[in-house]
């Protein structure tokens, strides 16, 4: 009997008591607000539209983490800022200048297409710079190290830029041809949305392709199996690394111009936040895994749209769109507690051992 | 061997266009025009100047470390050449500057950065020095590296005080104040701003030389130092930890308000420091949401004792202390079960949605009829000490150094226990300390615990300072900062900790142009520490002395046997 | 009497099977081996005793309590200690430090008596200062106390790390390959320290081991593994003769040894007899 007792996994018992408040709220918030129902349908639309925009950003930046990840087992926690980086670069040098030539609007299609160029050389370059004089030094150092130089990455870049165009917030400059809404099948989308939306699953479907069929993509796949086997192999594993880092970076800065298609604004912080919530939608797809990037992005895009007003409000929390952050680093939690491998990844810890 | 006699010249170009590109952002960035008003020695050289050009000198003088084997007159030659390449970006920024309006894209290429960069001439002489220049500096850089290391150490540390006390010059003449001896040395040295020259060659050479003695005779007096018995050498210690806190007694009666105020604040950090150096230092757990402790201490203060709508206790600081560090502790816990079994990288990141998750909430509508979401919560009372209100920086000064010697203290007798065993084995290797019978859990949640304890403390004494408290008081650039701090002394250190807050809080209060690059600084540190001295500026070395007098009587009983 | 006992141990991992239904016998103060090729389960059975594992069947019963389901700290506290395979010290401690934690169970101060300085907590650190010389200078590294333990050469860290499982004063000590990455000398004063072990402090000894004349000196019964079964157990003698742990070695054309070993020549042979 005595022995029974010894063997209760206190720390299981708590866990899974944290977990089964959470469903409980989550329950309670969602049945309250469906009864009470203070939104209409198409009020309902807009939100999962909206989530499913901001959730296809979070996807492709999300593919940056899982890539490195991968190959290096590190947090890029500068990722972010790449994604900041290339479009504020774009929209100073220039979206702003075509914008007041006139040209912005009477060639918008080739307009945004050089922008989104220009965005992603400049988040390739910072990221290969970075990869160089931060992270290559200290590849066999221990764990922490490299996550540290990250995160002094991270900041270095970030007030690098607001040292170089300012600290104020900048305006992307309008498009007309993405000014208003298109309806499809009796549904109303911004058209900015929309853009977004398509232009992301373009992009994922690319990426896709790249590692999966094309020859580098195989060499980086290799890496990430086994870096001393793939050097035996005759894979240049630092030329993989810096085309790892910058691939990433090249999805981060075509997500910072959709991204600011769709604020409308720049500055020097917008990396950051979304940066964190892209890593959440890794590691709830599955760190190390493409289409659980992308899985994960959309999910967690989504349930932060909705979130707040389908079980927060339920619970009777004034201004609950507020918290939306919140819930965005509880599900980070959670997944990590209770499924650290994560939607479509494979189990880590196996791999170990 | 044969080719490291060589000088590899594309290396020098490479490293001279590294250079120069250094230097142009720089210049961009607003660095040197901000620091261009800070005058190192008055009317010759700035801060700024110090950092475009000391960039363009260290590249030089790392260029010559490279070659080390190449001949004397070539390495200059090298560093000449890195110096005018490093000058080029900055010359095409001289003339391109003003022909494409460059200002409209980058708001810091405005006139005062050029007329600094072309030292106020017109552009081409302007360009012209500035090649000049920057190829002698290069040189100079290999000329110092190629120096006897004899004279070169006392050189760089006599350069190195100069620029530091150029730097806090207005702080100094404000701690000596306008009496006696003070007003009597002030010009001998001191300029208008910053140093004179005569002042300026007077340090360096009183440095210079003292380095230099020092390095001839430091050893012995060293050495004679060792030589003394155990019990003298223990009194030694002894006295010179009283002098220290005798010194730390009445620091604020020299210092005065002004940075008195500024230590107080290097003390809320320095307590942080120490808490957060349990966690990450000892027990090896990277915290990235230290900040929210912090803030928790802080809002129980302000809920407890405020006098305004939302106090709820009315509560006297005293009182309310050991429940603003209850609730710190408290929050440590339950913020500590969920990562428990969260491997060290993850834990950063989900620390750090922590600590958001509480200034999120601190934000809130949510929470605001508690705790005041944007509004804040005001009228918090000073502690009273014996009827006295502590409310002047000397006086909070006492509150503070009371709660850092605590905080030191028990950081100390914890290192050295059984605890902080179990947590170094922990930080070492987590399976391997699990498998000497350590309770992870236990281990991994008083690192916390105590961590937070520290953290709330901390907050506490803040609110109280303040006597109102904000949510934007309480983002995530303060996790980064102690976080930094800790790095820079030497994780694990205790006075480490103390260097670090000196450093990375006390200089930027100091010079009030640091603010806008404090994090852009901090960003650096962080990257160049990790790969350069990851053990930090001031790394934990007392360890070993302590077992060392265990193993001196060891030895001495091993023949015996 | 036994001091250990598995019972139809069986640890997965995903679609692997790295240990199948084993079982196993160490009787109290014995030497005992476990043997086989790489990865057929040895190190995975290790992990299950000291608890790093859960086997998903079966139960390990250490001196009449099972064991399988508890927490390696556990585990450790009720008198098993290992070695690792790759030695696995706290590099950044010093000799003693590692040491010291070791000793970690068998001390008793809370971390208030530590900040409060109370006598009991002074006598006590004094105690395990004391006790971890005392391993020093039987593991023969008096005097290194000071050095981290990164910076020990191969052999010493190799002791260290047998040291440190010491402290805890083990009843059972599992010694992962303690021998590998030695030469002939150093084997042999390490056999000779591992008897020493057993003889003057009494604790009973499980190794995996990959030298054959190691395993056949030393051990009273060993165990072969292949593919996570147990495919022999026995005498040295009975071991060395037996058709299918001579097919398991020379059928996968690793180590040939097993048959080999009888006959080694007498270069490394007087190192051995001497210590018989």
Redesign the interface.
Same mark, same amino acid.
């Not at chain 1, 607001?162 to 600290?167: A, H, I, K, P």
């Given at each position: 009997m005595r022995?029974r007792f010894?063997?209760i996994d206190y720390?299981g018992v708590?866990?899974w008591l /944290?977990r089964a408040v959470i469903i409980v709220a989550v329950i309670w918030g969602t049945i309250a607000t469906i009864l009470n129902n203070p939104y209409s349908t198409e009020n309902w639309i807009d939100f999962l539209v909206f989530g499913l925009a901001q959730g296809s950003l979070y996807a492709l930046i999300a593919l940056g983490y899982t890539l490195v990840y991968g190959i290096l087992f590190?947090?890029n926690f500068a990722h972010g800022e790449f994604f900041m980086s290339g479009v504020f670069t774009a929209t *100073? /040098?220039v979206a702003i200048p075509l914008n007041q030539a006139g040209y912005l609007n009477r060639y918008p299609i080739l307009s945004l297409l050089g922008i989104t160029l220009v965005a992603m050389v400049v988040s390739m370059g910072i990221a290969i710079l970075t990869e160089r @004089?931060?992270y290559r030094?200290?590849r066999r +150092?221990p764990? #922490? @190290?490299?996550?540290?130089?990250a995160?002094?990455? %991270?900041? /270095?870049?970030?007030? /690098?830029f607001?040292? #170089?165009?300012? %600290?104020g917030v900048t305006a992307f400059p309008t498009v007309d041809i993405l000014k208003g809404k298109w309806s499809i099948g009796g549904i109303e989308i911004l058209k900015a949305q929309g853009v977004v939306i398509v232009a992301s699953v373009l992009l994922l479907i690319g990426l896709y392709i790249f590692v999966m069929r094309t020859k580098t993509g195989k060499a980086m796949r290799a890496v990430a199996e086994d870096k001393d086997i793939a050097a035996l192999m005759g894979i240049d594993v630092d030329r993989v690394i810096v085309i790892t880092f910058a691939t990433g970076a090249a999805l981060a800065g075509a997500a910072g111009v959709l991204y600011a298609l769709l604020f409308r604004q720049v500055h020097f912080f917008m990396g950051f936040i979304p940066g964190?919530k892209a890593?959440?939608a890794a @590691?709830l797809g599955g760190i190390g895994s493409v289409p659980g990037a992308a899985l994960g992005g959309l999910f967690l895009g989504m349930f932060e749209s909705v979130g707040p007003s389908l079980f927060l409000e339920g619970l009777g929390?004034?201004?609950?769109y507020? #918290?939306k952050? @919140?819930i965005a680093?509880?599900m980070? *939690?959670l997944v #990590?507690?209770f499924r650290?491998q994560g939607i479509l990844g494979e189990r880590l810890a196996?791999k170990k +051992? | 061997m044969e080719t490291s006699t060589r000088f590899n010249w594309r290396e020098s170009v490479r490293m001279g266009l590294i250079a120069g590109v250094i230097a142009l952002s720089l210049s961009l960035i607003g660095l040197v025009e901000t620091f261009g008003g800070r005058d190192i020695i008055g009317g010759v050289v700035s801060l700024g100047q110090i950092f475009l050009f000391g960039a363009i000198m260290g590249v030089g003088y790392f260029s010559a470390q490279r070659n080390l084997n190449a001949r004397a007159g070539v390495n200059l030659l090298g560093g000449l050449l890195i110096g005018v390449l490093a000058s080029l970006p900055l010359v095409v920024l001289i003339f391109v500057a003003e022909p494409i309006n460059l200002r409209q894209f980058l708001p810091n290429a405005s006139p005062a950065l050029l007329e600094l960069i072309t030292f106020g001439q017109e552009q081409v002489t302007g360009a012209l020095i500035m090649v000049a220049v920057c190829g002698v500096l290069g040189l100079i850089g290999a000329g110092i590296y190629l120096l006897p290391s004899r004279l070169r150490r006392p050189l760089l540390i006599g350069l190195l005080l100069v620029l530091l006390i150029g730097l806090l010059s207005e702080i100094i003449i404000l701690a000596w104040g306008n009496k006696g001896l003070g007003l009597k040395i002030r010009p001998l040295i001191f300029a208008a701003k910053g140093l004179s020259i005569r002042g300026a060659l007077l340090v360096f050479l009183v440095v210079a030389g003292l380095n230099a003695a020092w390095s001839s005779q430091g050893d012995r007096v060293r050495q004679r130092l060792d030589a003394l018995p155990s019990g003298q050498q223990r009194a030694f210690r002894w006295s010179s930890l009283i002098l220290g806190l005798v010194i730390l007694l009445f620091l604020p009666m020299i210092l005065r308000t002004y940075l008195t105020e500024v230590i107080d604040n290097v003390g809320l950090y320095v307590l942080m420091g120490l808490g957060l150096n349990i966690v990450v230092g000892f027990a090896g757990l990277l915290d990235l949401g230290y900040v929210a402790f912090f803030a928790i201490g802080a809002y129980t203060m302000g809920v407890l004792t405020s006098q305004g709508d939302l106090g709820v206790g009315g509560m006297s600081f005293w009182m309310a202390l050991p429940f603003a560090v209850l609730a710190s502790v408290m929050a440590g816990i339950i913020l500590g079960v969920p990562v428990l079994r969260m491997r060290g990288d993850y834990l950063a990141i989900v620390t750090l949605g922590f600590g958001e998750i509480i200034r999120i909430l601190a934000l809130s509508d949510f929470l605001a009829p508690v705790i005041g979401g944007a509004q804040g919560i005001l009228k918090i009372p000073k502690a009273r000490i014996g009827g006295v209100e502590l409310v002047a920086p000397e006086q909070l000064y006492y509150l503070i150094l009371g709660a850092c010697l605590i905080a030191a203290y028990v950081s100390w007798r914890l290192r050295d226990s059984r605890l902080g065993r179990q947590w170094m084995a922990m930080r070492e290797d987590e399976d391997v300390a699990q498998a000497m019978g350590i309770d992870l859990v236990q281990t991994k949640l008083l690192a916390f615990a105590i961590g937070a304890a520290f953290s709330g403390m901390s907050g506490a004494i803040f609110a109280s300072k303040l006597s109102s408290i904000f949510p934007h008081s309480f983002n995530l650039l303060i996790s980064i900062n102690v976080l930094s701090l800790i790095i820079l002394g030497g994780i694990g250190s205790l006075p480490g900790v103390v260097v670090g807050a000196l450093i990375l809080v006390g200089l930027p209060e100091l010079l009030r142009e640091f603010a806008e690059y404090r994090l852009l600084m901090y960003g650096a540190l962080l990257i160049v520490m990790m790969i350069v001295r990851p053990e930090g500026f001031w790394p934990e070395a007392t360890r070993k002395r302590e077992l060392h007098g265990y193993e001196e009587l060891e030895a001495k009983a091993v023949p015996a046997e | 009497m036994a001091i250990l006992i598995a019972n139809k141990v069986t640890k997965r991992f995903g679609g692997l099977t790295a240990v199948s239904q084993l079982d196993l016998e160490i009787k109290e103060r014995s030497i005992s081996s476990i043997i086989g090729p790489n990865g057929a389960g040895k190190t995975t059975f290790f992990n299950c005793v000291t608890g790093f594992y859960q086997p998903e069947e079966g139960e390990i019963i250490f001196q009449g309590r099972p064991i399988q389901n508890r927490s390696p700290d556990q585990i450790t506290r009720l008198g098993i200690a290992r070695t690792y395979q790759n030695i696995r010290l706290f590099a950044n401690m010093t000799t003693m430090e590692n040491i010291l934690v070791g000793l970690h169970p068998r001390l008793k101060s809370t971390w208030i008596g530590a900040v409060l300085s109370t006598a009991g907590t002074r006598r006590e650190e004094e105690w395990a200062h004391e006790e971890a010389r005392k391993l020093l200078r039987f593991v023969n590294l008096q005097g290194k106390g000071d050095i981290l333990a990164k910076n020990l050469p191969y052999g010493d860290q190799r002791r260290l790390e047998i040291a440190r499982a010491l402290a805890s004063q083990p009843k059972l000590l599992l010694l992962d390959e303690p021998t590998a990455g030695m030469n002939p000398a150093e084997t042999s004063e390490m056999v000779a320290f591992i008897r020493r072990l057993r003889d003057e402090l009494g604790i009973t000894i499980l190794l995996i081991e990959h030298q054959m004349r190691v395993v056949m000196s030393i051990s009273e019964t060993i165990a072969v593994l292949d593919y996570g079964e147990k495919i022999a157990e026995g005498t040295p003698a009975e071991i060395q003769s037996n058709p299918r742990v001579i097919e398991a070695y020379l059928g996968r054309g690793s180590v040939a040894e097993a048959a080999e070993t009888p006959q080694r020549p007498a270069s490394t042979a007087p190192a051995i007899s001497s210590l018989e």
């Open positions: 022995q010894e063997n720390l708590i866990l /944290f590190m947090i *100073v /040098f @004089v931060a030094p200290l +150092a764990r #922490l @190290v490299p996550l540290i130089t995160i002094g990455a %991270s900041f /270095f870049w970030q007030y /690098f607001r040292g #170089l165009y300012g %600290s964190i890593f959440t @590691v929390i004034p201004a609950a507020q #918290l952050d @919140v680093f509880t980070l *939690v #990590l507690i650290p196996e +051992a | - | -």
